[in-house]
């Protein structure tokens, strides 16, 4: 029996190829991942007080970057910043000097990490499953990074600082959680984010030059162990009311 030979594509009229099309859009919606099915568009939610200005600087950034710069290149570099932060907090045992060295690093962190999605959006060479993930990975274990070096600091002490890296890392993964079940991505909360972060994370570090390590009140804790217990008790705080009200939603949605 002769095999049937395959028709060429002039064959198909072009209304087979709409129709064909339309199946595979309906099957395959825009935002979704052929590989998993199921990755649905999050909204991004962005209310920091530095959003909109931080936004425009990106942006003129991103039209101004050579082709050599790669986002996975900006992401390594945001993390060569978070590496630099920490080896600054450690050594300012030995000179209270490197501290200018961690003041440099949050302004390489920002750069790379703020800029490698921007980057990506503006060429329009988004991967959102890979560079969600990956994105988001190098933040968590560059926070830790920074948090151990802030702990083996003469500034604050170890176990204050990884109480204040647990309740970031709380609220993120609220974060994480919250654009799964409700699609929206929040990027900030109580009109701070990153970016703002890391501002009052230099006016600390350069707090420090003038207080110095003294401990106060006749404890064992400096003024900076009681900022970054102040700052981890407000982000479990947060967590908290920010998963109250997302459960209250869902049961109102009946979901």
């Not at 082709?67 to 290149?73: E, K, W």
């Not at 490698?116 to 993930?133: C, H, N, V």
């Not at 500034?155 to 609220?171: E, M, Q, T």
Request: proline share 5%.
């Amino acid at each position: 029996m002769p095999v049937p030979r395959p028709r060429p594509l002039s064959f198909y009229h072009i209304s087979d190829i709409r129709v064909a099309a339309t199946f595979f859009l309906l099957r395959f919606p825009i935002g979704t991942a052929l590989g998993d099915h199921l990755v649905k568009p999050v909204q991004r939610i962005q209310r920091n007080l530095l959003a909109v200005g931080e936004r425009r600087l990106l942006t003129w950034l991103a039209e101004r970057m050579p082709a050599s710069v790669t986002p996975d290149r900006l992401t390594s570099v945001g993390f060569l910043g978070a590496c630099t932060v920490s080896a600054g907090y450690a050594l300012s045992s030995w000179r209270i000097e490197w501290l200018w060295v961690v003041i440099a690093g949050f302004v390489i962190n920002w750069f790379g990490d703020s800029l490698d999605g921007s980057l990506a959006r503006f060429r329009k060479i988004e991967r959102p499953t890979f560079g969600y993930f990956i994105d988001h990975s190098t933040d968590a274990l560059g926070n830790l990074i920074i948090m151990v070096g802030l702990g083996l600091s003469p500034f604050v002490r170890l176990d204050v600082a990884l109480f204040g890296l647990a309740s970031y890392l709380l609220l993120s993964i609220h974060t994480f959680i919250a654009a799964k079940v409700v699609d929206e991505f929040r990027m900030s909360y109580m009109a701070g984010g990153p970016t703002e972060l890391r501002l009052v994370l230099i006016a600390m570090t350069l707090c420090m030059f003038l207080l110095g390590p003294d401990t106060v009140l006749g404890t064992v804790f400096s003024p900076f162990d009681l900022f970054i217990g102040g700052l981890g008790i407000t982000l479990i705080g947060l967590f908290i009311g920010q998963t109250v009200a997302t459960a209250r939603d869902l049961l109102h949605r009946g979901n």
